[in-house]
């Protein structure tokens, strides 16, 4: 026979342990030993009503998560001896110890489990970006990527924490695709200082910024600052590179001005002779004549800021010489090297060839003016031989010298031509018409320069009308007499 003690023992152990089996640290960590694990009581045990005690184990919660029990006694019980509970979490978190428990004969829970939170690994930032996260590294959670100025997002421009614990998407990155900026100085003019045709340009360099790089590659393509621009519309351009090879580029214009005066004629009989480019601010001009002409008037003229020429422009006229000279080499001598000379020498004024002469040579005067040719004329016998040249009378030894020296007949028509070396250069016996006077002149006795000067003032001479200016000529002569 048990005495009461012994009775007492029998009871209070179980009871004991099922207290202890109550207060055991459900949902701690320490589950992870029970995960799918089924114990031998649990697997021998056959549950056996019990209506007595409807909780026989203690009230099974599970947070962050949700217990569906079923009991042998019905749907509101769930503690009772024999009950088994299901275990699932909300979303989010993830189970970690048994799913499926039943409540013993130990009044204990066959096994534990707690829900812990789902999260997704740590996100790598990106170069020259960042991100932001709605709810952290949770399951939901939305992280948006953001690229620094200057930079474009390439790629999935956000990412989830999905529920297995995974992000959805693929890490982006953050290209350079702006250009960098760069501006360039303004558009100028610039006029050429005097005397050149070019100006010295200078201007500050232009720096070109980047949203995405400290430093960017200035290139400059055409002629650089502090140089000599030529006249005209000059285009300076200059580009820009990033790091990313991105591109900018900006031009400007430089126009070089050269202030000019109106182009100088030359004067009949003369040239002019320039520096720098002729007609430029600052050029120099100077006049000077043919041989056998003087300058009248002004040595220089001066192209002035202002596009005018500084004095009245020369003149060339014919030269002066002295006819009261007592010998014929002292009235050559005055045209040697400058003026070559037509004699025309005749009996009297009514000698047939002289009249003929005469009628086809009446507007001759200003064409042999631009040959450089003076007409002297020897007309009649001594006593009252007469010799003139330009209105001027003439000598009578310098006559009688000028036909004993070139050997020129008193008695029929001859037309003497001498260079200006002082040579008997050609002698026509027959009236000459002045276009094969002119052909034979131009043939063989102008040089190269004064093919050009003619050529020059071919139009100047108005053969009907008479020479514009200038002194007595064959007509002027002949008409006169």
Not at 83 to 94: L, Q, S
Not at 154 to 175: F, K, N, V
Request: aromatic share 8%.
């Amino acid at each position: 026979m048990m005495s009461r003690f012994h009775i007492l023992v029998l009871f209070i152990v179980p009871f004991i342990r099922g207290q202890l089996g109550h207060n055991e640290g459900f949902g701690s960590r320490e589950e992870s030993r029970y995960s799918g694990i089924v114990s031998k009581e649990e697997a021998d045990y056959t549950a056996q009503r019990d209506y007595r005690n409807p909780r026989w184990c203690h009230y099974l919660k599970l947070a962050n998560g949700e217990v569906t029990c079923h009991s042998p006694l019905g749907g509101n019980f769930r503690s009772t001896l024999g009950t088994r509970c299901e275990m699932t979490c909300d979303r989010g978190y993830k189970l970690q110890g048994r799913r499926s428990v039943q409540c013993m004969p130990s009044r204990s829970w066959s096994g534990t489990g707690y829900c812990r939170k789902v999260r997704c690994g740590v996100l790598q930032l990106i170069w020259r970006g960042t991100y932001h996260c709605t709810q952290g590294f949770t399951v939901d959670s939305r992280c948006d990527y953001v690229c620094e100025p200057g930079y474009r997002m390439e790629g999935y421009q956000s990412r989830t924490c999905l529920d297995g614990g995974s992000w959805s998407g693929a890490q982006p990155i953050c290209a350079d695709h702006e250009p960098p900026k760069i501006k360039c100085p303004l558009s100028r003019v610039k006029i050429a200082d005097p005397g050149k045709l070019t100006a010295r340009v200078s201007w500050d360099l232009p720096v070109a910024t980047d949203s995405a790089d400290k430093t960017v590659e200035v290139t400059l393509i055409g002629q650089g600052p502090d140089t000599n621009f030529e006249e005209g519309v000059n285009v300076i351009r200059y580009t820009a590179h990033d790091q990313a090879r991105n591109r900018a580029a900006c031009k400007f214009l430089i126009r070089v001005e050269v202030r000019r005066c109106p182009v100088l004629t030359p004067p009949l009989h003369g040239y002019i002779n320039c520096d720098s480019d002729g007609n430029n601010h600052g050029a120099v001009c100077e006049y000077h004549c043919d041989e056998g002409y003087e300058r009248v008037g002004t040595t220089t003229r001066v192209c002035q800021s202002d596009r005018s020429w500084t004095e009245a422009p020369a003149e060339c006229v014919t030269m002066d010489f002295k006819s009261d000279v007592n010998t014929a080499s002292a009235l050559l001598e005055q045209f040697y090297g400058k003026r070559r000379v037509l004699i025309v020498s005749a009996p009297d004024t009514a000698d047939p060839d002289y009249k003929l002469q005469n009628l086809m040579v009446q507007a001759t005067d200003c064409g042999l003016d631009l040959r450089q040719v003076m007409v002297l004329e020897l007309l009649g016998s001594s006593p009252e031989e007469v010799g003139r040249i330009r209105g001027r009378h003439l000598n009578t030894e310098v006559i009688k010298g000028l036909r004993l020296a070139f050997q020129i007949s008193r008695t029929s028509f001859s037309m003497l031509l001498v260079d200006k070396d002082g040579l008997d250069h050609e002698r026509f016996i027959v009236p000459t018409s002045s276009d094969e006077l002119f052909s034979y002149i131009d043939n063989n006795l102008l040089d190269e320069v004064e093919r050009g000067r003619l050529d020059l003032h071919v139009n100047y001479c108005d053969y009907e009308t008479g020479a514009p200016s200038g002194g007595l000529g064959v007509s002027d002569a002949l008409i006169k007499w």
